[in-house]
């Protein structure tokens, strides 16, 4: 993929992060290739350079706090030249309870675990993660990107099934709140009911569905983007952890990818960890590791609230007019590292 990335003749305004050669001489001892002969006994931190199923027998059990699983859907794609097919419902349900079973020993008795998958990968998620586990509920997400059909429903959502080992979890729902614009604002003896009111607008903090129309899946000029044809946005990630992991939990991330998982676990202050077959989606992955130590707000979330698509200007000016809970004042948002220290932890 690299050739390609540097060949490609991009605007300047394209912030599509890509693999240089210095780079890669940097980043190459970064991944860890080798695989222990005996199990480990503690768990490692990083980006492994690896088939996960090799890892998962010699990584130790019960220490990861949140599976993030974003498998190749049962469809038919190419990853970097690795190329997947799609199978029937029950050759894919068949696939993933076995790779359910090889991850499963790794997890906390009080772990959560995502799934994702599109509409027709779901059948099979639900049916083989239910074999496993606890089946909380099906998260839709709006996926606005994608080609219209012409005897068919455009496909413009996905699906994240969240599951949990027990009855024992964590779900700090304080920290995964939506702030929405009000539209008929409602007084009580004068005064906002449930809202807040803004020289920016009138805003409700509201609890999180099962429905989020909020994500943005990565493209050219936002500074996350990357050329892998499936990642997940930084916000997606950021609801998930802050809701199921507390601070120094562990996440475990065994098909990477270009390392969204691992990224946006670092900027919330846990710890990560993540499989990826692909050099170049490693590379990239700990490029953005890298980044996360300049660049540690995620595009989305800001004053302690996940908000509405298309809301920048809005978040912004509520940091350049000092709105924010702790404002800096400063008003461009990617390049604020300050506005970490205004996450609402739990
Ligand atoms: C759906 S993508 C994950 C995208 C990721 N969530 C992101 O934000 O970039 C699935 C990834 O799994 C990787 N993969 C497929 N089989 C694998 C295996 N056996 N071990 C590790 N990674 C694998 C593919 O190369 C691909 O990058």
Redesign the pocket.
Known sequence: MSSVQLSKQRSPRNRTITITKDDRIRLLPKLITELPKSPLKSMIQGTIHG???EWVRVLPFHKVDLLFL???YNLDKT?NG?RFSRQSVEAYTKWLDGVLEKIKPLLKPTASIYICGDWFSSTSIFEAASKHFIVRNRITWEREKGRGAKSNWKNSSEDIWFCTMSDEYTFNVEAVKLRRKVIAPYKVDGKPKDWQESAEGNYRDTHPSNIWTDITIPFWSMPENTD?P???SEKLLAKIILASTNQNDFVFD????????SVVAKKLQRQYLG????QE?CLLAEKRLELADEIRTIQGFADGVFWERNTLAEQQSIFKNGNGNGSNGNNHQDSIPDLFSLIRHE
Do not use: A, R
């Open positions: 088939d996960y199923n974003d498998p190749p990853f690795n892998h499936t990642q997940k065994p098909f990477l990818g270009s390392g969204t998982t499989i990826e077959l692909d989606y």
